[in-house]
């Protein structure tokens, strides 16, 4: 059974940092890619950052510059350091994989971690 457990949330002031944790469980880690997602309430869910097993990374222009996705196979976890944070990055952030078996592509979801930043 897939579990994402997200922390490292808070409230933060504009130009502050926060760093996300994301813990895996039940699957083999390293060989799944990883996404950052959030939402804002009556908003749809949006891709921030995304990290492959390769190591190569993708950002959203909204955050690129500010923020930075790594993973640490060895601990089953991915993480992102959010800088320069700013009223806009308010949301609650969500950890992602999909998995693909012969029922097709399973999406398994944390249960987020609520980012607020105050200007």
């Known amino acids: 059974q897939v579990q994402l457990v997200e922390s490292g949330g808070g409230l933060v002031q504009l130009g502050e940092s926060l760093r996300l944790s994301c813990i895996a469980s039940?699957?083999?880690?390293?060989?799944?890619?990883m996404h950052w997602f959030r939402q804002v309430p009556g908003k749809q869910r949006d891709l921030v950052a995304t990290i492959r097993p390769d190591g190569t990374k993708y950002y959203e222009d909204p955050v690129k510059g500010r923020f930075s996705v790594s993973r640490d196979n060895a601990k089953n976890a991915v993480y992102l350091q959010m800088n320069r944070l700013k009223p806009e990055d308010t949301a609650v952030y969500y950890c992602?994989?999909?998995?693909?078996?012969?029922?097709?592509?399973?999406?398994?979801w944390g249960q987020g971690t609520q980012v607020t930043v105050s200007s």
């Open positions: 039940g699957l083999a880690f390293g060989a799944y890619v």
């Open positions: 992602n994989t999909n998995e693909f078996n012969d029922r097709g592509r399973v999406t398994y």
